[in-house]
């Protein structure tokens, strides 16, 4: 299964740039996207490439957050949110259930500049989205999840580190959490395959960070430790404009 993820910073916005080229050519059997920032009657004109099916879970906020994602392959269940009425407002939150594991599409809450969200997302969130991993897990099935996570959890993965130390997507504690995400039955599947830095997946529109590769990587693919056998490749598709970030992608064969 081929699977991209991508955060689109407004779905309207990201098929005037020509997204639906991309979502044409890439071929991938399901497509995760993140801040939508639309309702499906939004874009209800829009006829998306042959053989996907639309799954929407649109923040009640107009305009704002949300997620989607476009199939070919017919999922056995799909569920929005994780089950908690203080979280799933934002529409955050896709889960498919296929035959082998559950696919998640998330765009986690960004601290925001300030800080001013900080608490909420690491003292809220990521131990509510964590404890909803593993309640998936115990039904028997491994996970995927992807999409923006708002964190780079590294040094490795961002420009300037020392510089960024305590921005949003870069302070101790977003860190942290995602280092005890991992310790508790996950990879970084990017990381399976390449070790080096420079690949980022999001880059400021000022100043030209783009083309000078001045990044974060933000977007990842994360599995349960039991498909590591499984997994066959990792990419960050750093050519595809449209948003400022880039898809990501994870293809997974037999185990």
């Not at 949300?66 to 269940?77: E, F, R, S």
Request: charged share 25%; net charge positive.
């Amino acid at each position: 299964m081929k699977i991209v993820s991508w955060n689109v910073n407004g779905i309207r916005a990201a098929l005037r740039k020509g997204a639906m080229d991309y979502f044409a050519k890439t071929q991938a059997d399901v497509i995760c996207l993140q801040e939508t920032k639309a309702h499906p009657g939004d874009v209800q004109h829009v006829t998306w490439p042959a053989g996907y099916e639309a799954f929407w879970n649109s923040a009640v906020k107009k305009g704002y957050s949300g997620t989607a994602v476009l199939t070919k392959i017919k999922p056995l269940k799909v569920t929005n949110g994780i089950g908690i009425s203080d979280h799933d407002t934002e529409g955050r939150v896709i889960t498919l259930e296929f035959p082998d594991f559950y696919v998640v599409n998330v765009y986690q809450p960004n601290s925001q500049r300030g800080l001013t969200r900080l608490a909420y997302r690491t003292g809220e969130w990521d131990a509510a989205f964590l404890k909803y991993l593993h309640k998936l897990e115990k039904k028997g099935k491994p996970v995927v999840f992807c999409g923006d996570l708002n964190v780079a959890h590294t040094e490795l993965d961002l420009t300037n580190p020392k510089t960024n130390r305590r921005n949003a997507g870069f302070t101790d504690e977003e860190r942290t959490n995602f280092s005890q995400l991992l310790e508790r039955g996950f990879l970084d599947t990017f990381r399976e395959f390449e070790k080096g830095p420079g690949h980022y997946t999001w880059w400021s529109q000022m100043m030209n960070c783009r083309a000078r590769n001045i990044g974060w990587r933000v977007d990842y693919f994360v599995s349960s430790h039991k498909l590591r056998p499984a997994l066959k490749r990792a990419w960050i598709s750093a050519d595809v404009l449209g948003s400022d970030h880039c898809p990501v992608g994870l293809e997974i064969g037999a185990e």
